[in-house]
C-alpha cells in the first residue's frame, strides 16, 4: 500500500528565516506531487505540482520554491519567510493519468 | 467567477438522520471530474468520492453518495445514516480537462456538525 509522509509536522519560524519542508511517497514509482497551502478556515490553494523528477510547475508566483530530487520525494523551500506564509501545508500524490489525489498529514507553519 | 460554489459555511444534523452538502461548480471543460475530500480537526484530507463528467450514474462509496446534476452543475455531496466521526470540513474539488496529471480547484468548505 502507499503511504505519504510529511516532516516536520509543526514549525514556528520568525520572519525572515529560511524553509525546507520535505514529503516523500512510499509504495509507488513515479507519482504525480502536489503542494498545497491552506489559510485559516479557507480551502486548498495549489502551489506547486511535479510529474517528475527535476519537474516543477508553479502555479501561485510567490516566494516558495520547490524541488524534487528524487522520484518520491518532494520539497517545498523559502529563503526569507513573510509573515503571510504562515498556514497549513499539504503534500499529495496521484497515480499518473488518474485524478484522484491522496494527502499527507500536512505541516502547520507559523511565522513570527 | 468562482469554479466551486460551497454555500453552506457549517451545517448541523443528528446522528443517524441523512445530510446533504451542496456543491455547484463552473467550467467550460466537457471532461471534468468532481471530488470530495473531508478535513477531520487532525488536518489530512481523506478522499471520499469521484465523479466523473461522463459517468452517466451518480457515484457512491457506503454511505457517501454524489448526487451529480450536470444540467444545474452541482455535485452534492449526501452522507446517510450520519455518525459522530462525520463531524469535519468537507470540501468540494473539481479537476478540468484531460492529460497526465490533475490539478484541484477546490471550494471554501463546510463544517458538519454531527449531534448525537
Known amino acids: 500500500s502507499q503511504t505519504i509522509h510529511q516532516w516536520p509536522a509543526t514549525l514556528v519560524q520568525p520572519v525572515g528565516s529560511p524553509l525546507s519542508l520535505e514529503c516523500t511517497v512510499e509504495?509507488?514509482?513515479?507519482?504525480?506531487l502536489y503542494w498545497y497551502r491552506q489559510a485559516a478556515g479557507r480551502g486548498l490553494q495549489l502551489l506547486f505540482y511535479s510529474v517528475g523528477i527535476g519537474q516543477i510547475s508553479s502555479e501561485v508566483p510567490q516566494n516558495l520554491s520547490a524541488s524534487r530530487p528524487q522520484d518520491r520525494q518532494f520539497i517545498l523551500s523559502s529563503k526569507k519567510l513573510l509573515l503571510s506564509d504562515s498556514g497549513f501545508y499539504l503534500c499529495a500524490w496521484s497515480w499518473r493519468r488518474a485524478y484522484e489525489q491522496y494527502f499527507g498529514p500536512g505541516t502547520r507553519l507559523t511565522v513570527t | 467567477a468562482q469554479k466551486i460554489t460551497q454555500t453552506q459555511p457549517g451545517m448541523f444534523v443528528q446522528e443517524k438522520e441523512a445530510v446533504t452538502l451542496d456543491c455547484t461548480y463552473d467550467?467550460?471543460?466537457?471532461?471534468?471530474?468532481l471530488f470530495w475530500y473531508k478535513q477531520p480537526s487532525s488536518g489530512e484530507m481523506i478522499f471520499l468520492i469521484y465523479q466523473g463528467s461522463y459517468d452517466e450514474q451518480n457515484a457512491t462509496e457506503g454511505r457517501y453518495s454524489l448526487n451529480f446534476q450536470k444540467a444545474r452543475k452541482s455535485a452534492n455531496l449526501v452522507i446517510s445514516a450520519s455518525q459522530l466521526g462525520d463531524s469535519a470540513m468537507y470540501f468540494c474539488?473539481?479537476?478540468?480537462?484531460?492529460?497526465?496529471?490533475?490539478?484541484?480547484?477546490f471550494g471554501k468548505g463546510t463544517m458538519l456538525l454531527v449531534s448525537p
Open positions: 474539488a473539481m479537476r478540468e480537462g484531460l492529460g497526465g496529471y490533475s490539478t484541484l480547484t
Open positions: 467550467t467550460s471543460d466537457q471532461s471534468y471530474g
Open positions: 509504495g509507488t514509482s513515479n507519482p504525480n
